[in-house]
């Protein structure tokens, strides 16, 4: 017996093993063969979302967020056509489960709205060009406080974006959507970074501002066009407040470090030039026990 005939002989078996349902058959075969069609579509679907993927990388020409959106829209149109030459290999007659799919449909449409959400809410951002790959954004930054970092990718549900701690959020689509969202590099990436200073209240504030501007123009990362700035911003109790105002084109490289730099050159030419910074002084007047006695008394 040839592998042909042996062949027909196991399908032949297999579709015994089974019922009829109208004038469809449903039996052990047809389960098998299912199976073995949505595996066929999955790693066609892969394959062919990769090779999309390779194709869009190498068009040096469009900029990251249109590739990553060509990715993405590819991607679906690749999908839909794997899923519907499946059920055309199956033969399934789609208007035979119209109400099964509409039920179906609604449930799963609740199931994964938030799902469907993010998807819409990362195309849309790729195609207004508002976020994209690269771009260095801050998310919840009200008060000083939230993440701030590069982003990495957009995929279809979140957006990555990597810290400086090396540390990778995920953030639903949907939020970049209807929350406030910094983007430090959306029209330009020169970000201009505050360091507030101190100095005594008996300093030349001549000589001060003079060092100031030299601590911030030897700093490696610090642009001199815009050069930077110094303002006295106010007297404050201890001394008197300045804030040298600096500008950088790499703030994926981080703020703090170009903070402590510009303060560490600056530290050294107060200590050269004998310009003190302050620390919290407080004036107490104590009564003597004569002074604070009741008249009349002895």
Known sequence: MNLPTRIAEVVKYLDSIGFDYGHTRLSLFRAVLVLIVIALVYAFGRLGNRGVKLAFRRMTRLEPAQQVLGEKLVGIVVWLLCILIGIDFLGIDL???TVFSGAFGLAVGFGLQKTFGNLLAGIILLMDRSIKPGDVIAVGNQGGTGTVGQVNRIGMRAISVITRDKVEFLIPNENLMINQVENWSYSSLDVRVKV???????????????????????????????????????????????????????????????????LKRLWRLFKENGVEVPFPQRVVHVRSDEASAPQGEA
Do not use: Y
């Open 95 to 97: 208007t035979a489960l």
């Open 196 to 262: 507030p200073v101190t100095v005594s209240f008996e300093t030349d504030i001549d000589l001060a501002e003079a060092l100031m501007l030299r601590a911030a123009r030897e700093s490696k990362r610090v642009l001199d066009n815009p050069e930077p700035t110094v303002w006295l911003h106010s007297f404050g109790e201890n001394g008197i407040m300045f804030e040298i105002q600096i500008w950088i084109e790499d703030p994926e490289e981080g703020l703090g470090n170009v903070r402590s730099d510009v």
